[in-house]
């Protein structure tokens, strides 16, 4: 396939940005849309060009480092897939393809694709950990769980940080990584010492960082690569009101 790109040039954070027309040739419709992008590195670093700079590691889908902006939907057109999953033969001969970094208030751009996920380290830091005596591990069955909640949480825990959610979010709001790290421990029973401590720190750690407040508008779960559904917010919701009654307010931070 002969594709053109039309990608996001930006050196710096304090750059203004632009995007910056390329034409790749004889692309494979097998390569994935990051050999894709090698590719015209490669090209571009041959001519003596600078490079594109964009997050990837694992390229198997499950690091949550990739995180693109393809043609307006995050992580690209094909739904359940992260961008080093997505395979070019979801294009066809001739496209024009719109390649861009996430667009948050929360997630400032490094240069060019990458951007700086630091705020969802920081709403982990603030609850995303259970009290654990030390010691040799419990055998297995000593915790019973049952089986609706073990799944729910697995479900949860399935969340890679990719930032698919903010990015997809017309508010820029995390609150779905932020409800998917709290309700994979608030389900189990060794999360529960830190059950209402922890919803009321990772809520409030999410606002401080500057992401949106959420609207149910639902975007985040429809581009979700891992499926994560949108009543995991509803979960996380209950358990912020049962804290803040438990502190006695119904006041965010205070």
């Known amino acids: 396939m002969n594709l053109t790109l039309r990608i ?48 990837h590691d694992c390229r198997e889908g499950i690091c949550g480092m990739c995180g693109l902006m393809i043609n307006g939907n995050a992580h690209g057109p094909q739904r359940g897939t992260t961008a080093c999953q997505l395979h070019m033969r979801q294009f066809k001969d001739g496209d024009t393809i719109d ?17 700086n996920r630091n705020a969802f380290d920081k709403i982990i830091a603030a609850g995303g950990f259970i ?32 930032g698919a959610c903010v990015a997809a979010c ?43 407040g959420c609207t149910n508008a639902g975007e985040c779960t429809v581009v979700c690569p891992k499926g994560i559904p949108l009543n995991t917010i509803g979960r996380l919701n209950r358990d912020y009101l049962a804290a803040t009654a438990k502190r006695g307010d119904n006041t965010p931070g205070s």
């Not at 050196?11 to 390329?22: A, C, H, N, S, W």
């Not at 005596?133 to 890679?160: L, R």
């Not at 790290?181 to 500057?210: C, F, N, W």
């Open 8 to 55: 996001w040039r930006q050196k710096g954070p304090e750059d203004k940005g632009r995007m910056v027309t390329y034409q790749v040739d004889d692309v494979s419709p097998d390569m994935s849309f990051l050999e894709m992008l090698d590719v015209l590195n490669e090209r571009l670093i041959l001519a003596g060009e600078e490079p594109v700079a964009f997050d």
């Open 99 to 115: 390649i861009e970094p996430w667009r948050a208030r929360a997630f400032p751009v490094i240069k060019d694709l990458v951007v």
């Open 131 to 162: 009290t654990a005596p030390t010691g040799s591990a419990p055998e297995a069955h000593s915790v019973p769980v049952a089986k609706g909640n073990a799944d729910a949480a697995f479900e949860s825990a399935a969340c890679i940080g990719c």
């Open 170 to 212: 017309p508010n820029g709001s995390g609150m779905l990584f932020t409800a998917a790290k709290v309700t994979q421990l608030s389900l189990l029973p060794q999360g529960q010492p830190e059950r209402y401590t922890r919803v009321i720190g990772m809520v409030d750690a999410h606002d401080e960082a500057g992401f949106g």
